[in-house]
């Protein structure tokens, strides 16, 4: 990896905190995505919940990928203002939500929306309100292989919901949905245990194809397990965060090979005392799920530490011989990078002169857009 990659020689001055994005890394990282696939973009339906960024969607589709997943009616309709023919919203549309759902399908005739549904009384619910409106709406079943968040169990009767499903005249059942993002460990574990339930969940779809008279598709994955659902038939992976990846995915996922894309820049404001200094990434500038030592990594100097973490402040332990001043900038890679862009109104596009070139705005951060 070249080194201090992630420095900015801009003369643009802006205020700290922000985040940086390296234009290049990030064509690279879609240029690897689709080596994964061997070329045919068609298998892959990336989800936009890392990014959240309109100027992303426009350089999706100059790579040939016209498919996104979603998980806010705000990310959906931010694909469709950017023209993206084919939009799956992956979380269940349920009480304001369903009427958002079909006010943006009624706004966007010419996209191909579809959604998940993982329970009959709610497929009911999307049934009458297509009929309402006239709609006949695209459906997914989610099936929960272990991960215990959404979707109905495949160890209960998922095919009898399909049936019900199909039964729905405002319904269209188009395959299945899965999200293994519980799968952890090394790749080869990983591997085993995505296929073993891929391989059996697949015969079983093979059987409900000869039924119906016509073919399913599955939505399959997220980063943890895109090696192996790239390389089977008829699936469409579902990765985000390769667009930045971050030090989470670096250690936990090192077969895929990835580059860092997104830094968080700040300034040291203060130190109170000879080993110890104070940034502006605080929690409001950095996902902080994670204990202390798994919410960033400073990129400066791996000798600085951070040891406390408060609002608007971070304190960084300096375990190393290089001295900081008040007013240096520091620069971090997040461990989380999902929620950490979500933080921030926008991004600043680094180029490969290392110049701060242009302002990409987070428009789906907002839980609105216009529906």
Request: proline share 4%; net charge negative.
């Amino acid at each position: 990896m070249q080194n201090n990659w992630w420095k900015i020689n801009s003369e643009i001055r802006i205020d700290t905190p922000f985040l940086a994005v390296y234009e290049d890394r990030i064509q690279l990282n879609i240029e690897r995505l689709i080596e994964a696939v061997n070329g045919d973009t068609q298998k892959l339906r990336p989800h936009i919940k890392t990014h959240k960024i309109g100027e992303i969607l426009d350089l999706f589709k100059t790579y040939n990928i016209n498919k996104v997943k979603c998980a806010t009616i705000a990310e959906a309709e931010l694909a469709a203002i950017h023209e993206i023919p084919d939009i799956l919203l992956a979380y269940q549309p349920v009480g304001v939500k369903k009427e958002r759902w079909i006010s943006l399908i009624q706004k966007y005739p010419n996209v191909a929306f579809s959604t998940i549904v993982d329970d009959l009384k709610s497929a009911k619910a999307l049934d009458e309100s297509a009929k309402k409106s006239n709609l006949k709406l695209t459906v997914y079943p989610d099936l929960n292989t272990g991960m215990n968040r959404t979707g109905i169990s495949i160890h209960k009767n998922w095919i009898a919901l399909i049936d019900e499903i199909v039964k729905l005249k405002n319904l269209h059942f188009a395959g299945i949905h899965i999200y293994d993002g519980h799968l952890k460990g090394d790749v080869e574990h990983r591997t085993a245990i995505a296929s073993n339930l891929f391989f059996s969940i697949n015969e079983e779809i093979g059987n409900i194809q000869k039924k119906l008279g016509y073919e399913l598709k599955i939505v399959a994955g997220g980063s943890n397990t895109f090696p192996f659902y790239a390389t089977q038939k008829n699936v469409e992976c579902s990765p985000g965060t390769f667009v930045f990846w971050d030090s989470n995915y670096q250690i936990h996922l090192p077969e895929q090979n990835f580059e860092p894309a997104l830094v968080i820049v700040g300034t040291i404001i203060s130190k109170p005392t000879p080993s110890t200094f104070c940034i502006d990434i605080g929690y409001k500038a950095v996902a902080s799920e994670n204990p202390i030592d798994k919410r960033l990594v400073i990129l400066n100097d791996e000798n600085l530490i951070p040891i406390a973490h408060s609002e608007e402040h971070l304190i960084i332990e300096n375990q190393g011989k290089n001295e900081y001043a008040i007013g240096d900038t520091i620069y971090a890679q997040p461990y989380h990078v999902c929620p950490t862009c979500a933080l921030y109104d926008s991004v600043q596009v680094v180029n490969n002169e290392h110049q701060i070139c242009d302002q990409w705005q987070v428009v789906a951060r907002s839980r609105k857009i216009n529906i």
